[in-house]
Each structure stands twice: as C-alpha cells, then as structure tokens.
C-alpha cells in the first residue's frame, strides 16, 4: 500500500487542520489505519487509530477531545480532523497501515511522504 498524506500547514494556537491520507494499491478497507507525527529532535510517535470498517478508534492522551480520525474505504482515504491545536502539535504528520501483534498494535508497510503541521503561539 502506498500512502500519501497532504492538508498540513501553518495555523495559530487554537486553530484548526484536516489532513487527508490517500492510499492506493492494496485493499484499503482490511486495514486497520494510524497517524504518527514525528516533532524536531523526537521520536516518532502515535497518535490516532482507526479499525478497518472506522467503527473503532483510539487516540493518545494528549489529543483526545481536540482531534478526530475517520476514513471513507470508497475513497481509501483517511482524515486526521485536528481542533484546539496547540505549538506542541507542531510536527510532520505521517499515516500508516497498522496491525495487531504481539506487542500490541503497530504500524508495518511504507510511510510515505509526511505533512508539515506548525502551530504558531
């Protein structure tokens, strides 16, 4: 599956964003589909999930209630809705195919190009 995901840009605190992340080449509604965003000098790290049919979703503490993940399977697409932003959002954001292992839920496959999200104070 090839992934790319678009809609970043330069926002002020408490403003909002809506990234897209197209997918082509695999059957996109068998996967489980994640966003990751990765700030200067840190790790990538995760922030939302979404099940294959988009009836279950599950975010990190620190975006809970501000953003919102959702897909549409007849346009393989994923959206990341991001409400409140904060400077501290500031970073690329990266979708990704997920699945569930031993070690509990991961990305797997190609990141593709990520979009520069920036939040000025």
């Known amino acids: 599956v090839q992934l790319q995901a678009s809609g970043g840009g330069l926002v002020q605190a408490e403003g909002s964003l809506r990234l897209s992340c197209a997918a082509s080449g695999g059957t996109f509604s068998s996967y489980a589909m994640g966003w990751f965003r990765q700030a200067p000098g840190k790790e990538r790290e995760f922030v939302a999930r979404?099940?294959?049919?988009?009836?279950?979703?599950y975010y990190t503490d620190s975006v809970k209630g501000r953003f919102t993940i959702s897909r549409d399977n007849a346009k393989n697409t994923v959206y990341l809705q991001m409400n409140s932003l904060k400077p501290e959002d500031t970073a690329v954001y990266y979708c990704?195919?997920?699945?569930?292992?031993?070690?509990?839920?991961?990305?797997?496959?190609?990141w593709g190009l990520g979009t520069q999200v920036t939040v000025s104070s």
């Open positions: 990704a195919t997920m699945k569930y292992t031993v070690a509990g839920w991961r990305p797997f496959g190609s």
């Open positions: 979404i099940s294959g049919s988009g009836g279950t979703t």
